[in-house]
């Protein structure tokens, strides 16, 4: 939910925000981290590797799921993570930077793709007029 916005000195937008956040971490101390198909570590030192759930269900269902399925450990605990400061990322420049870019890719593409067409065409016409002198030649 966001409550107010405003701009400090270097005049960057600020949100005042009221969201919730969990994490899942065991008893050692290290956050849950979904690994998938690669694989890797399960449990990380770092939060910024957790595995971060928007809703406290998931990250309860995480809990049981460890609980139910190693029981000689001790349960996981969830850590719930309240955000109330957003600020805003004005990604106008880098936008059209990239816009720019591509577009400039593009028009490099058009004309390679032009030049080698005017190539085929006037290879195509230099055997068209050669086989038409040929003809020329034979008399029928």
């Known amino acids: 939910m966001i409550t107010g916005i405003t701009k400090d000195e270097s005049s960057v937008e600020i ?27 399960t449990w990380v030192n770092d939060i910024k590797s957790a595995k971060i759930y928007p809703k406290i269900g998931q990250a309860r269902a995480r809990v049981t799921w460890f609980t139910n399925n190693y029981p000689k450990y001790a349960s996981p605990v969830i850590i719930k993570i309240i955000a109330n400061k957003a600020i805003v990322l004005d990604e106008t420049e880098r936008v059209k930077k990239a816009i720019e870019k591509i577009e400039k890719k593009e028009a490099e593409y058009r004309k390679r793709q032009a030049e080698y067409e005017l190539k085929r065409a006037k290879e195509d016409a230099r055997i068209a007029n050669d086989k038409l002198k040929r003809l020329k030649n034979k008399e029928w």
């Open 15 to 41: 949100l005042k925000i009221d969201l919730e956040f969990f994490a899942v971490r065991n008893q050692d101390g290290q956050f849950f981290h979904a690994v998938g198909l690669g694989g890797g570590k």
